[in-house]
T-cell receptor, first 115, second 110 residues
């Protein structure tokens, strides 16, 4: 069974630009969550999508948005990039509908550098 | 509010045991444990569910005190491959959203 894939793996952008990251979950998984990981703030929850609906949202500004398609693939978008957005963005998919009943499988991440 | 993990770092010799703790101020539905090696994605270790059910790897054990909203991960007879950063993630039945602790760095030396 193929794992979670994320593209691209590395991105370099400049301040003010926007970026779109993509995540393909494990086949059959309808829940996709996004996390931001930085040395200072650790692993922080961005949002979760389930059946094309955003179900939960973390404490991030509106510049961070996402969506999920009917095949469960998900994208996240960051507009008007700031230096502080430099981070590893991780996508995780899960089989469970709620309650964290099943493990989340993480993709390799997209390393975003904002110059 | 994120859960608090302790200790922040621990160094072991091969074969020694360690306990990593995770404490939350919120009522929990489940606690997840993950290990992340440098430059890699977090890897699932254990889930502990409200009500006592556990799922995870045979060689790793953990506990979940629902009344205290605390969980502990027990690493016994540590191996070099156990080195990495351990994260607990808590869920309070809000979808599959996990709130992660700050991590515990574990180094196992020969």
């Amino acid at each position: 069974k193929a794992g979670v894939t994320q593209t691209p793996r590395y991105l370099i952008k400049t301040r003010g630009q926007q970026v779109t990251l993509s995540c393909s979950p494990i086949s059959g998984h309808r829940s996709v969550s996004w996390y931001q990981q930085t040395p200072g703030q650790g692993l922080q929850f961005l949002f979760e999508y389930f059946s094309e609906t955003q179900r939960n949202k973390g404490n991030f500004p509106g510049r961070f948005s996402g969506r999920q398609f009917s095949n469960s693939r998900s994208e996240m978008n960051v507009s008007t990039l700031e230096l502080g957005d430099s981070a590893l963005y991780l996508c995780a998919s899960s089989l469970s509908t709620s309650g964290g009943y099943n493990e989340q499988f993480f993709g390799p991440g997209t390393r975003l550098t904002v110059l | 509010q994120q859960p608090v993990q302790s200790p922040q770092a621990v160094i072991l010799r091969e074969g020694e045991d360690a306990v990593i703790n995770c404490s939350s101020s919120k009522a929990l539905y489940s606690v997840h444990w993950y290990r992340q090696k440098h430059g890699e994605a977090p890897v699932f270790l254990m889930i502990l569910l409200k009500g006592g059910e556990q799922k995870g790897h045979d060689k790793i054990s953990a506990s979940f005190n629902e009344k205290k909203q605390q969980s502990s991960l027990y690493l016994t007879a540590s191996q070099l491959s156990y080195s990495g950063t351990y994260f607990c993630g808590t869920n309070n039945n809000a979808g599959n959203m996990l709130t992660f602790g700050g991590g515990t760095r574990l180094m196992v030396k020969p």
